[in-house]
Nanobody, 126 residues
Framework: QLRLVESGGGLVQAGGSLRLSCTASGPSFSSYAMGWFRQAPGKEREFVAAISWSGGSTWYEDSVKGRFTISRDNAKNTAYLQMNSLQSEDTGVYYC???????????????????WGQGTQVTVSS
């Protein structure tokens, strides 16, 4: 079983940058595709980005392409989301997700994950 803990959220002005981290505790982190999702006030949680277990494949929601970069360091059991050129529309709670074990990246993209973090707030002021 994995436990995921996000960090790095905060308040930033439009056009600024933040880097979110998701640190996992538990076995076999490198066997899980990882993803980031977000939930804006009054809206449903939506997919943002995903990365395969090896880091060789990534997938992005259209509105963040070219601005956000997902990466991972399996030696540190950590996944990252570098967010640049932030816009007010990026405001929300950002969640890290993992799984299923040995699953394909598309599974995470579709939201079929085994584990969720508790979320970290990102607020972009205009």
């Amino acid at each position: 079983q994995l436990r995921l803990v996000e960090s790095g959220g905060g308040l930033v002005q439009a056009g600024g940058s933040l880097r979110l981290s998701c640190t996992a505790s538990g076995p076999s982190f490198s066997s899980y595709a990882m993803g980031w999702f977000r939930q804006a006030p009054g809206k449903e949680r939506e997919f943002v980005a995903a990365i395969s277990w090896s880091g060789g494949s990534t997938w992005y929601e259209d509105s963040v392409k070219g601005r956000f970069t997902i990466s991972r360091d399996n030696a540190k059991n950590t996944a990252y989301l570098q967010m640049n050129s932030l816009q007010s529309e990026d405001t929300g709670v950002y969640y890290c997700a993992a799984g299923p074990k040995d699953g394909a990246i598309i599974t995470v993209v579709r939201g079929s994950v085994d584990y969720w973090g508790q979320g970290t707030q990102v607020t972009v002021s205009s």
